[in-house]
């Protein structure tokens, strides 16, 4: 077992940094939003960072189990890239566009799949299971591309890969647009907080089977989302859902999880980590060209307040670093702008870059 710098602390309203942060990019010198919401929230906050194969140096702070959102496909990329290596998949199976289309419920993943499929002239008829994996699924997030390769693997044997992962607190993914469905159909209407207790994840499963096999129930569901208003009930309703009925996991599952695609001398074969961290890896982007060797990571977010993000870095100069961060219950307001300033990236940049050694000390001054 791991050696687990477990911080059980209270955290105050304000967080000075050390003389240390003014060496950082000039983009790192404000984290103020990230943290004012930590300091209102500290029990809505979740962070573990390591410097890769130093566990003696891990920080964690809060191991409760907390919503993933898209970060859950991290999960399932790790199960396709496992397939991939055994044989079990060809690197060069195509998926019928018109299939995959099928999958994606307008107005629920904030246009990630449309802009994947952008990348495709108008008349495709097929593309690759690879492109749909991740570019898809991984790099654009697209709730369709996730749902597909789901059932395009189905049945998985989740025991396996969580026992090889060594993790044990964490949910197995599901279908993601399935919690759309469950917070509002054409058939119930928008959800209330009466009705988050008779919820549940296999009543949205359901749905999702209506909206791909009965086509004249997909078509009034379509035909609903178009209404102005239609789409997701009050932030506290998807906030619940999202908490009780939707993959959780905690940070320290995650850094687990991490430590397998990134340590050399993590559970999974070499194969397979290579595969992965294509997949995660970034491209095409000045700001870690500047910074880094190599950059990957996995973002999730969803209405209600759930912001989550898993990150690797290796800088240009300093030892590599992966991290795990999660929010949830992030009141509406400042969760778009969490969002629209890339609070949760910029922070796992700062992690990277300081190699962890300033969380401690944020975290409790």
């Not at 499929?117 to 492109?131: A, F, H, K, Q």
Request: charged residues 20%; contains cysteine; aromatic residues 10%.
């Amino acid at each position: 077992m791991w050696r687990w710098l477990i911080l059980l602390i209270v955290l105050s309203v304000g967080v000075q940094f050390s003389a240390a942060q003014e060496e950082l990019p000039d983009i790192l010198a404000d984290l103020s939003l990230f943290w004012e919401q930590v300091a209102d929230q500290p029990d809505d906050f979740s962070v573990a960072c390591m410097p890769l194969g130093d566990s003696a140096r891990a920080v964690i702070y809060n191991s409760e189990p907390f919503p993933l959102a898209s970060v859950s496909k991290l999960l399932i990329f790790i199960e396709y890239a496992r397939r991939l290596d055994a044989g079990l998949i060809s690197m060069g199976e195509t998926v019928n566009v018109v299939d995959l289309n099928r999958y994606n419920l307008p107005r629920t993943d904030r246009g990630a799949h449309d802009r994947f499929m952008e990348r495709y002239p108008d008349n495709v008829s097929s593309i690759s299971l690879w492109d749909v994996a991740s570019e898809g699924m991984i790099q654009y997030s697209s709730n369709a591309a996730s749902d597909y390769l789901l059932d395009r693997m189905a049945p998985i044997n989740w025991d396996s890969l969580f026992s090889l992962l060594d993790i044990e607190d964490t949910s197995i993914p599901h279908a993601l647009t399935m919690i759309p469905l469950l917070m509002n159909n054409h058939e119930t209407g928008l959800a209330t907080m009466a009705d988050i207790e008779d919820l549940s994840r296999e009543q949205g499963e359901n749905y999702l089977d209506l909206y791909m096999i009965n086509d004249d129930w997909r078509q009034k569901e379509i035909a609903y989302r178009e209404e102005r208003g239609r789409s997701f009930p009050v932030w506290d309703v998807q906030s619940a859902i999202m908490q009780q009925h939707t993959a959780v996991g905690t940070v320290g599952d995650f850094l687990k999880i991490m430590v397998a695609v990134y340590d050399s001398d993590g559970p999974l074969p070499d194969s397979i980590k290579f595969i992965v961290r294509t997949g995660l890896r970034w491209r095409e982007s000045a700001f870690i060209d500047a910074n880094y060797i190599e950059f990957g990571s996995k973002l999730g977010f969803y209405s209600g307040g759930v912001l989550t993000l898993v990150a690797f870095g290796q800088p240009l100069e300093g030892e590599p670093v992966i991290s795990v961060t999660f929010f949830r219950n992030i009141p509406q307001r400042m969760y778009s702008e969490m969002l629209r300033e890339d609070s949760i990236g910029f922070f796992a940049h700062w992690l990277n870059l300081t190699a962890c050694t300033q969380l401690a000390e944020a975290l409790t001054s």
